[in-house]
């Protein structure tokens, strides 16, 4: 199956995560992911690929022999089923050439791709874009990442003159939702050594920096009191909890930050006079300066709490995930050069980039599985206007077989990584 084909099949699939059933504890949060699933192992199946397992969560994993006698770390690929939440609608993709300028994606409802928007879209004058008719997401975010897998683990059964060592696949659920299924992840039934996930950007963009990741939350307690009668005894907890929110740094959040600066983020302030619960994000790359921001709200709070009196502030600080490269260090760093190699191997510049966000290689990295990030191709995740080149969407698979070269290459007797 060509690889475009087979994208395009996984998109009719609709798989948007629900965040209802996902507060609920419900995963897959939406039927369609485990559809898709079920689609994913007739595949596998079909491929004549072995140890293929559906749970009941839908993570599905699967494994390719290795073709050799030769011991070779055990390198495994990932991709997850959901599509985020920001659009509900079925995905009508269509391919359509690129020439220049502005692309209509429909006609009837004056949807345009702008050029003036989206200047990147240079880059694929020539190239044919996968894209939507402007009424939903794309869902190259994450379904580029299997198609992309499945079309290397086709090549490579189709090409056994090819070496390789044992490869394993891992399709999991409800990564929009704070990366639920690769939580529920099982890295030491699993087996492997290194992974990669694929679930990024443009052509060339390398993945192996995200944040050190934290959750706080401080619950404000007042006092409420008749307003006739109120003075001297009423204290208003949405007031406290906004001179709180006054004092944390002013130019330290999402958008007044950029690159590897750091941030505090107020994601949600709910109560009433008696009672207020404010939500942060806490986010930096380095582990340092996660730990002293961390230090900050708590010491922040403490100081509120002597303010306005015992009980009165409550911090509660909780870490979601960390950066990966803390796992990609000194002895740990061969996945990233495996990459690199393939990366050039493939005749494409890799370009690192620093994620400000978190993705499954994280979480998976602090499993014990260390995990870079490679590109899909794919631009404007989340949005009606996602696209992706097919030339970027070849190139994520021709990535994934040359890392499966080059981990042979790098690991066979007398080539040994050092």
Known sequence: MDIVERFINYTKINTTT??????KGIMPSSPGQ???????????????MEDIILRENAIVTATLPANTDETIPVVSFFGHLDTSAEQTADTKAQ??????????????????????????????????????????????????????????????????????????????????????????????????????????CGIGEFVYENWNAGDAEIIFTGQSAHPMSAKGKLKN????????????PGGEAPEYTEG??????????????????????IRDFSEEGYHARKTFVRQLAESACALWGEGSVICQLSDRYANVFNSLQGEGHYPIDIALRAYQRCGITPTPVAMR??????????????????FTGAHNFHSIYEYLPVRSLRAASDVVIAIIQETF???????RES
């Open 237 to 248: 907890s949405l007031l406290m909890a906004h001179k709180f929110i006054s004092m944390l």
């Open 95 to 200: 391919r359509l050439p690129y020439n220049g300028g502005d692309l209509c994606l429909n006609p009837e409802l004056n949807i345009y791709l702008r050029e003036s928007e989206f200047p990147e879209l240079k880059n694929y004058i020539g190239d044919d874009l996968i894209v939507t008719d402007g009424t939903s997401l794309l869902g190259a975010d994450d379904k580029a990442a299997l198609a992309a897998i499945m079309n290397a683990l086709q090549f490579l059964i189709s090409h056994p003159e090819i070496r390789h060592g044992e490869v394993k696949v891992g399709f999991v659920p409800d990564e929009e939702q704070g990366l639920r299924g690769v939580k529920a992840f099982d890295v030491s039934e699993f087996g492997a050594d290194f992974g990669y996930t694929l679930d990024c």
């Open 357 to 374: 966000g978190g993705y499954d290689g994280a979480v998976l990295s602090q499993k014990g599985l260390p995990c870079p990030n490679i």
């Open 260 to 281: 590897r600066e750091g941030y505090y983020w107020v994601k949600q302030l709910q109560g009433n006079s008696a009672r207020t619960v404010l939500k942060l994000d």
């Open 18 to 23: 629900s965040r209802e059933n996902g507060a």
């Open 409 to 415: 290459n790098g690991f066979t007797t007398g080539n």
């Open 34 to 48: 485990m559809k898709l699933a079920k689609l994913l192992v007739s595949e596998l199946e079909a491929l004549g």
